[in-house]
C-alpha cells in the first residue's frame, strides 16, 4: 500500500523494485440502483475525463461478478506527454446500491508485467460496509 485514507486507498505494484502499476480505489457512496449511470454514460465520463490524453476504448464490458456485484469495466489507451498509458477503470456497485471505483493506470511497455493483476485483486475485492 502506497497511501491510505478511509474514503480513497492507493497501490502501487511493484517488480524488482520497477513501477509496473497504480491502482487507486475509491469509495463512490451509495446510489439508487433503478436509476445508475449506464455503461456508455460512465464511458463517455471517461473519455471526458481523460480530455486529449484520451486515444481509444479498448474495452467496455458489462457484467455481474460471483458476489452479485455489477461492474463496468472500461479500458482506455491514451498518452500522457511521450508516455503511452492503458487506463483500467472498474465501477463496482453492490446489490445494496453502494459503489466503489478501482482504476488501474499501467504504462504500455509495463502491460506483460501487469497481466491480469487487475482481476486477480478484483477477485478478493469486498465492499465496505
Not at 18 to 36: F, P, S, T, Y
Not at 52 to 67: C, S, V
Not at 111 to 116: M, P, R, S, Y
Request: net charge negative; charged share 25%.
Amino acid at each position: 500500500m502506497y497511501q491510505g485514507e478511509p474514503q480513497a486507498t492507493v497501490l502501487r505494484k511493484l517488480v524488482d523494485g520497477e513501477l509496473v502499476a497504480q491502482c487507486n480505489i475509491a469509495d463512490m457512496g451509495k446510489v439508487d440502483v433503478r436509476a445508475m449511470s449506464t455503461l456508455g454514460k460512465f464511458q463517455q465520463d471517461l473519455v471526458t475525463g481523460l480530455g486529449d490524453n484520451f486515444g481509444r476504448i479498448a474495452l467496455a464490458q458489462e457484467y455481474e461478478d460471483k458476489r452479485g456485484y455489477k461492474v463496468y469495466k472500461v479500458i482506455l489507451d491514451g498518452m500522457v506527454d511521450d508516455l503511452s498509458l492503458r487506463w483500467i477503470y472498474h465501477l463496482i456497485t453492490d446489490t445494496d446500491g453502494t459503489q466503489s471505483i478501482v482504476v488501474f493506470v499501467v504504462e504500455a511497455a509495463m502491460l506483460d508485467q501487469f497481466a491480469n493483476t487487475d482481476d486477480v485483486l478484483l477477485e478478493t475485492y469486498r465492499m465496505g460496509r
